[in-house]
């Protein structure tokens, strides 16, 4: 059905992160990236660049970034507010950058204090840093329209105007858009629309990947609408960790472990080792004592036999 | 999309009420019977007729179907174990009446200890007592092929197996086969290949009805992957409520709720306001204040201005 492989790409160690009060040590973040990564999971947003006062949780990104650059075969990504946010990326060693672009102007200029003529000079002037670099050095730009299905400050985002937004930052050199549903508003009508009428202005390649939270539990229906229309990045989060704290009601990224049963179940090869994926649970377990993990295929554990007979048929 | 309406089918009163502790108190149901049915509500199960000694939560059933009966334009479904349940619940008054049939013989024999034969023996002899009966008395029958996508004793259960005994109970008289997922083993690929599969044998219109559980949080994914196949009934439990006693660890029925947003935010008329049915959960917290409430819909509330654009487009 996809051309292209499907990839999880797990945000948990940014989204997740960012959006609880307790601090991770850096040492057990590393453990974090090394043991998904060792579970087959092949992308990994391990931060974001921003100042350390707003979010002492993601201080160590630097750091981060540059171990996980050495484990063979994993793309590294990051969150960018900024031209600043992206240079720290490009000095770090980041293979991808991802610049938040709220769909929603009322929720860019309260989330990111930046109206879209703002949004829209940033992100030129980070395409201009990158097409200075060595290509070798140049990270993957992707711009994420956020809101993209709605916002809890401005209700329904009409269709149309992600697909504007889309073109503009198409326009201001970005390689690629992608869509997130930051407050949980989507449905699966609403993300193939969304989908082919983005596809439609930007092109096929332009939009590969989706953002999907569950917090109205559609979260795992909505991805399945996203893989019928060709979508081939999800990201998700391990245990449902975290959200966005700045839309309020929006928590909860869809699950990793479940978002890779169903595409495993499917016969959609995610090259995750499912039972390896939910080991790294402990690893949160163990470092986050009192935060709460989710997700429904760790409480109910794999059915029985998965793996040797369901995706034979 | 649809020819037939699509209809949520609450079944919260019976797969709810059996698999708890607490017993609910008839007056109690009877409210949750009047205020969903108000919400838009058009078919419930309101109980099963097997001995009270073995479901003492459901020893009410008969009264809920004279009860239930009085509300125009429900459809008062019961469960059946065998021909003496048919025989009681015909009596009561019931529309329609389900006999789970489990695929998988092993649990068939552990959950009602019963091989296949005897099974379509019991089928013939609910079939023959029902076309005794004049026209306007006669319930609709359906037989319920349970573990149809998986069991917790056998594992994968092959989809031949289930097309062989869909064959097998509309021989033996039964006017509708439904597909149970009891133990959550069911990924939106299986429910599409079994939904065709069984057709292919019985026709399109002897498969009209699917019950999903969350046990894996696929719930929602399999309930859209049906609805592509036209697939028009929905089993569905308020909060949540309840899971299969017999199955290990497959609890959860999926939430009627969060079913209902995801069908109403495509623009598919369930024929429920949605406000109306999230108030409804009031009737459990106070009758059942010891149980979790489930249901992601709920916690969230409806998207802002949700009804007013979402569907207009």
């Excluded at 991770?24 to 092949?42: F, H, L, S, Y």
């Excluded at 992100?123 to 993209?148: D, M, V």
């Excluded at 983005?198 to 909505?222: E, F, K, P």
């Excluded at 080991?279 to 059915?303: D, N």
């Amino acid at each position: 059905m996809n051309e292209r492989p499907i990839l999880v790409s797990e945000v948990g160690l940014r989204d997740g992160l960012q959006s609880i009060g307790s601090i991770m040590p850096t040492e057990a973040k590393m453990e974090w990236i090394r043991a998904e990564a060792a579970a087959g999971i092949r992308e990994l947003e391990v931060g974001s660049f921003v100042p350390a006062k707003l979010l002492p949780q993601l201080a160590d990104t630097a750091a981060l970034v540059r171990f996980a650059r050495t484990i063979p075969g994993l793309t590294v990504a990051v969150l960018v507010p900024n031209l600043r946010g992206a240079e720290a990326a490009i000095e770090a060693g980041a293979h991808k950058i991802t610049l938040p672009c709220s769909v929603s102007e009322t929720h860019s200029l309260r989330n990111l204090r930046r109206s879209h003529a703002q949004l829209l000079e940033e992100a030129r002037a980070i395409a201009q840093a990158l097409r200075a670099l060595p290509r070798e050095r140049r990270p993957h730009f992707e711009c994420s329209l956020s809101t993209a299905f709605g916002c809890t400050l401005e209700g329904h985002i009409a269709p149309a105007r992600v697909a504007v937004l889309a073109e503009q930052l198409m326009a201001a050199g970005c390689d690629e858009v992608g869509l997130a549903d930051t407050s949980g508003y989507a449905d699966p009508g609403a993300v193939r629309r969304v989908v082919r009428l983005v596809r439609s202005v930007v092109g096929q390649d332009a939009l590969t990947g989706i953002h999907l939270h569950n917090t109205r539990g559609l979260g795992l229906a909505n991805a399945l609408a996203a893989l019928e229309q060709n979508v081939t990045t999800f990201d998700s989060s391990l245990a449902g960790l975290g959200g966005c704290p700045f839309a309020p009601g929006a928590s909860g990224n869809i699950v990793t472990e479940d978002l890779c049963f169903m595409l495993e179940a499917m016969g959609v090869d995610t090259g995750v080792d499912l039972a390896a994926l939910l080991r790294v649970r402990a690893v949160l377990s163990r470092a986050l004592p009192g935060e709460s993990l989710y997700g429904f295929t760790a409480e109910a554990g794999l059915p029985l036999g998965f793996g040797a007979t369901a995706q034979a048929e």
